[in-house]
């Protein structure tokens, strides 16, 4: 039976491929792309135990011996049918006209004709989606490497920015827009001046910037008497990306360490994001450039989603196969690039608020003011077959460490504990800074695939929730906004 359905589906997806449809062809190879991966994870997963990419799962009671950096066949396999779909996406434009042959050059203006009124991209953005396509290569690269020789935190974590580089570079020749909008009431009062003063900074520094490289990065006069007021940032703007491409990546591998979490919330993510996309592509009321951007990063989502959910079905609880930092990365960087490319990389942090507020959470033992465990993955107990919070020990308690986890332990976002060595001495157990060990203090053990759904949901509803808010409080916060539902 299952075979059948596989049969009907890869029916489906060739029916669906055609030139002047993008999002449908999108939604084929997206099919094509769930298929061969769920096809051949099976088929290489032997392989990569024998070179040594394998991990024992140490949440489950005989701790099976598992495939590792299966998410590098995702990668690929995305990559790969990312390329063939620059034809699919960019036919109307790689046809000629300059023939001598008045038959071929009367088929080809046949063909340009049937497709012109269908929004396919301009050629200028076959560069940013080729630089995409290299920053995705090299992110996946990094992350093959971090899984082949475990690559320090201090020495990889800046690493995905270097990776952004060529997407950087076409944004800057392409579209080079650096200005953010100032919510009107914060140039009320002292805000005015504060915000003159940092105008003033910014200009100062880009001019200086400017003068070293000979690289102009602001494009306009930061305008803030107007109505939206503007605040050209220059290169500060290209460094908030460059952060960006390595927020994103970081995050989703941070907050990690169940079956079904990395790719789950990945999924989660690019739904959340493709709904705020077709936002903009059902609207009659945008501009020609923001309904590209948004086609851009949904043709970019759509297949993402396919190979990710394949992906899923291995290591949903009781997974069969590790996805590895390969996926984390690769899939990181696809959201860093579809905020930049689709130039909503402002938005995309309210999508990640859930990673943010893990980050953020995390700090004191990621800058160890409290100690860090190697992982801070949460317990498997053998007995019940049960998840509970892991901890990590302060064993030389000071005022700053002490103080800070009592605070935390008062507002209950960690579960503190106190135990009396044999010299009298006082060793503190603190659960692990994770949402995945808090949300276990809060609602007591549970079995892995029940706490990575709530984990899911929680990170399905705050995305829909942010839809919301992005597009009713956003227009009335700031005095505009791009989509026809809010303030003009």
């Known amino acids: 039976m299952i075979y059948i359905f596989h049969f009907l589906l890869l029916t489906v997806a060739i029916t669906l491929i055609a030139p002047n449809h993008p999002l449908q ?25 024998k070179i040594g990419l394998k991990g024992k799962d140490l949440s489950k009671p005989h701790q099976p011996t598992l495939p590792e950096t299966m998410g590098l066949v995702s990668a690929i ?21 300059t023939n001598d042959d008045a038959l071929t050059s009367s088929t080809y203006q046949k063909q340009f004709a049937a497709i012109s009124d269908n929004n396919l991209f301009p050629h200028n953005k076959l560069a940013e ?16 490497f971090d899984d082949l020789f475990d690559i320090r935190w201090r020495h990889k974590f800046f690493l995905p920015a270097i990776a952004s580089l060529p997407l950087l570079i076409v944004y800057y020749v392409d579209f080079s827009v650096t200005s953010v909008v100032i919510p009107p009431f914060l140039m009320k009062g002292w805000g005015s001046q504060i915000f003159l003063v940092i105008n003033f900074f910014i200009d100062g520094v880009n001019r200086m910037v400017e ?3 000979g690289l102009k990065f602001m494009t ?11 605040l050209d940032l220059g290169i500060f703007y290209y460094i908030y990306m460059s952060a960006i491409s390595i927020f994103s990546p970081n995050s989703i591998n941070i907050l990690a360490g169940i079956n079904g979490l990395e790719v789950g919330q990945s999924i989660i993510l690019a739904v959340i994001l493709l709904l705020n996309d077709f936002c903009y592509l059902v609207s009659t009321s945008i501009s020609q450039a923001a309904h590209d951007s948004h086609l851009f990063s949904a043709i970019f989502l759509i297949p993402f989603i396919g190979v990710s959910v394949a992906l899923l079905q291995y290591n949903w609880w009781p997974a069969r196969c590790f996805v590895g930092d390969t996926y984390c990365y690769f899939s990181g960087m696809v959201f860093a690039i579809v905020g930049i490319c689709g130039h909503f990389s402002k938005t995309l942090l309210i999508f990640l608020l859930p990673q943010i507020i893990n ?30 919070p892991s901890y990590g020990s302060l064993d030389k308690p000071n005022k700053v460490s002490s103080g800070l986890l009592t605070i935390l332990s008062t507002l209950r976002l960690v579960d503190l504990q106190q135990e009396e060595g044999e010299n009298k001495t ?39 929730s942010m839809i919301a808010l992005r597009h009713t409080v956003g227009p009335w916060l700031f005095g ?7 303030v003009k």
């Open 25 to 49: 062809t999108a939604f084929a190879f997206s099919l094509l792309g769930y298929l061969a991966v769920l096809k051949l994870i099976p088929r290489v997963s032997d392989s990569f135990i």
């Open 211 to 213: 003068g070293l490289s």
């Open 77 to 97: 396999t995305y990559l790969i049918l990312m390329i063939f779909l620059i034809p699919f996406v960019f036919f109307k434009y790689l046809v000629s006209f």
């Open 129 to 144: 989606y080729l630089s995409a396509i290299l920053c995705l290569q090299s992110t996946t690269l990094l992350g093959l």
């Open 359 to 388: 980050f953020v959470y995390g700090l004191p033992q990621l800058f160890h003011v409290v100690p860090c465990p190697r992982h801070r993955m949460p317990r498997f107990n053998k007995t019940d077959g049960l998840m509970y």
């Open 220 to 230: 306009r006069e930061s305008t803030l008497i107007t109505s939206p007021p503007l």
């Open 426 to 464: 006082t060793t503190l157990r603190f659960s692990n800074l994770t949402i995945i060990n808090l949300t276990l203090v809060w609602l007591g053990p549970l079995r892995e695939d029940t706490l990575c759904l709530v984990i899911l949901v929680a990170q399905l509803l705050i995305g829909v």
């Open 480 to 486: 505009y906004d791009n989509l026809s539902w809010g």
